[in-house]
């Protein structure tokens, strides 16, 4: 009886809670829900958005962040922003690399290439935390997936239906647009007010404004997209799902194929029973008629 009381008092305490109630990691501002063309089991990378995000992450993100398991050549192949060879070559000779030693055994830079990783801005992490109030900026491979929120009852049910994945890239776009006006009695030296971010204070300042960016053209001379926050935030943060997930393509298509595979499998097993079993069960009626 009193397990039971237990049960009901827990379930009544989860029902309590608003619909659609979701607590961001620590605390903090939901961040809305928006639209991915790679969320679903279909899902695709657009390759425009990844190009425009691409841009932005070098614009204005490559200055503090590094992608450390991001080589120039990946940016070439095929399932990410697909950019030509003679692009790739172009983006990896603008970084001085390390080029090892000479002949002398002094050590030489060299202007990068395909093969090389995208070098960290910063020659090691105490320099990074030194040039940014005492915290090294993480690196960026793999944050779309690192980053995430919790979503309260029921959502976190309805989400093994839906196949919701996109927590951590809802937080992060919500993020980048998050720096809004603080309360009167912030205190700046305390760091950067983020709605979004636990707690409210970041260290990161905001690096994202409108028209602070320039996209392709149309034939009218106009952006392609409007060059806005929001549409930043976007762009940059389905680049970075991206390098967190240069073959999500390929794992959807493999799955599908292999649910298609299973389905027909399924269905011959099912037929060879029904085909092996009705004769047994004939042979069976024979001997008893007998």
């Not at 960016?213 to 392609?224: A, M």
């Not at 549409?231 to 680049?239: G, S």
Request: aromatic content about 14%; some cysteine.
């Amino acid at each position: 009886m009193k397990k039971t009381l237990i049960i009901a008092g827990a379930l009544a305490a989860s029902l309590a809670l608003p619909l659609g109630s979701a607590q961001a990691a620590g605390g903090g501002v939901t961040p809305p829900k928006y639209e991915w063309s790679f969320a679903g089991p279909f899902g695709t990378y657009d390759r425009a958005q990844l190009q425009r995000g691409f841009l932005v992450f070098k614009t204005v993100c490559a200055s503090c962040h590094g992608l450390e398991k991001i080589a120039f050549r990946n940016l070439a192949e095929e399932g990410g922003p697909e950019y030509s060879e003679a692009q790739v070559e172009a983006f990896a000779a603008e970084f001085i690399v390390d080029g090892g030693f000479d002949e002398f055994g002094d050590p030489v830079t060299r202007p990068g290439t395909p093969a090389d990783f995208w070098p960290s801005p910063f020659a090691n992490p105490v320099q990074a935390a030194s040039a940014n109030g005492g915290k090294a900026p993480p690196d960026l491979s793999v944050m779309a997936k690192a980053r995430t929120y919790e979503r309260g009852f029921p959502l976190w049910i309805t989400d093994v239906f839906t196949q919701y994945n996109e927590n951590g890239v809802d937080y992060m776009a919500a993020f980048l647009k998050g720096y809004v006006e603080p309360p009167a009695d912030f205190d700046p030296s305390m760091g950067n007010w983020n709605l979004y971010y636990p707690g409210n204070i970041v260290a990161m300042p905001n690096v994202l404004f409108d028209g602070g960016i320039e996209y392709p053209r149309d034939d009218q001379g106009r952006p392609v997209v409007p060059e806005t926050v929001e549409q930043y935030a976007k762009d940059v943060t389905a680049f970075l799902m991206w390098t967190a997930e240069p073959h999500l393509e390929t794992r959807k298509a493999m799955g599908f194929q292999v649910m298609v595979f299973l389905l027909v499998f399924a269905g011959l097993l099912y037929f060879t029973k029904k085909r092996i079993w009705a004769r047994v069960g004939g042979e069976t009626e024979g001997h008893a008629a007998g």
